[in-house]
Protein backbone atom coordinates (compact mmCIF):
# COMPACT_ATOMS: atom_id res chain seq x y z
CA UNK A 1 0.00 0.00 0.00
CA UNK A 2 1.07 3.62 -0.60
CA UNK A 3 2.54 6.12 2.13
CA UNK A 4 1.61 9.26 2.93
CA UNK A 5 4.35 10.57 1.77
CA UNK A 6 4.78 8.64 -1.50
CA UNK A 7 1.37 9.92 -2.76
CA UNK A 8 2.38 13.45 -1.53
CA UNK A 9 5.63 13.00 -3.59
CA UNK A 10 3.82 11.80 -6.74
CA UNK A 11 0.95 14.50 -6.42
CA UNK A 12 3.93 16.56 -6.06
CA UNK A 13 5.39 15.35 -9.26
CA UNK A 14 2.21 16.25 -11.32
CA UNK A 15 1.90 19.87 -9.86
CA UNK A 16 5.34 20.64 -11.15
CA UNK A 17 5.09 19.30 -14.50
CA UNK A 18 1.44 21.67 -14.04
CA UNK A 19 3.48 24.41 -12.83
CA UNK A 20 6.26 23.76 -15.68
CA UNK A 21 3.68 24.46 -18.34
CA UNK A 22 1.35 27.24 -16.53
CA UNK A 23 1.05 30.04 -18.87
CA UNK A 24 -0.53 32.64 -16.30
CA UNK A 25 0.34 33.73 -12.61
CA UNK A 26 -2.19 32.47 -11.62
CA UNK A 27 -1.64 29.26 -12.32
CA UNK A 28 1.73 29.47 -10.97
CA UNK A 29 0.39 30.83 -7.29
CA UNK A 30 -2.11 27.37 -7.64
CA UNK A 31 0.29 25.38 -8.06
CA UNK A 32 2.72 26.81 -5.37
CA UNK A 33 0.26 26.61 -3.13
CA UNK A 34 -0.58 23.22 -3.26
CA UNK A 35 3.07 22.07 -3.26
CA UNK A 36 3.89 24.31 -0.45
CA UNK A 37 0.89 22.67 1.56
CA UNK A 38 1.86 19.52 0.37
CA UNK A 39 5.37 19.60 1.72
CA UNK A 40 3.93 20.58 4.88
CA UNK A 41 2.07 17.14 5.09
CA UNK A 42 4.33 15.11 3.68
CA UNK A 43 5.60 13.71 7.10
CA UNK A 44 2.09 12.06 8.29
CA UNK A 45 1.90 9.35 9.05
CA UNK A 46 -0.62 6.78 7.01
CA UNK A 47 -1.13 5.20 4.18
CA UNK A 48 -3.50 4.71 1.10
CA UNK A 49 -4.29 7.22 -1.95
CA UNK A 50 -7.66 7.36 -0.81
CA UNK A 51 -6.99 8.11 2.53
CA UNK A 52 -4.25 10.63 1.95
CA UNK A 53 -6.11 12.78 -0.40
CA UNK A 54 -9.16 12.61 2.25
CA UNK A 55 -6.67 14.02 4.81
CA UNK A 56 -5.10 16.38 2.73
CA UNK A 57 -8.27 18.20 1.16
CA UNK A 58 -9.44 18.22 5.19
CA UNK A 59 -6.62 20.46 5.90
CA UNK A 60 -5.97 22.84 2.69
CA UNK A 61 -9.98 23.48 3.25
CA UNK A 62 -9.46 24.56 6.45
CA UNK A 63 -5.66 26.32 5.68
CA UNK A 64 -7.34 28.32 2.64
CA UNK A 65 -10.00 29.49 5.58
CA UNK A 66 -7.85 30.05 7.77
CA UNK A 67 -5.12 32.28 5.48
CA UNK A 68 -8.74 34.22 4.08
CA UNK A 69 -7.82 33.35 0.56
CA UNK A 70 -9.93 34.75 -1.43
CA UNK A 71 -13.28 32.89 -3.03
CA UNK A 72 -11.99 32.84 -6.70
CA UNK A 73 -8.92 31.52 -5.63
CA UNK A 74 -10.10 28.84 -3.12
CA UNK A 75 -11.91 27.39 -5.82
CA UNK A 76 -9.11 27.21 -8.23
CA UNK A 77 -6.81 25.92 -5.83
CA UNK A 78 -9.46 23.04 -5.22
CA UNK A 79 -10.39 23.10 -8.71
CA UNK A 80 -6.40 22.26 -9.21
CA UNK A 81 -6.58 19.50 -6.42
CA UNK A 82 -9.56 17.52 -8.26
CA UNK A 83 -7.62 18.06 -10.93
CA UNK A 84 -4.59 16.45 -9.77
CA UNK A 85 -6.05 13.45 -7.74
CA UNK A 86 -8.33 11.74 -10.35
Given at each position: ??????????????????????????????C????????L???????G??????????????????????????????????????
Open positions: MITFAERSDALSEQLRELEHQADDGDQLFYAYLLGLLGHSAAEGETEEFDAYFETELKATLTAEGVTGKDQDAILELWQKVTK
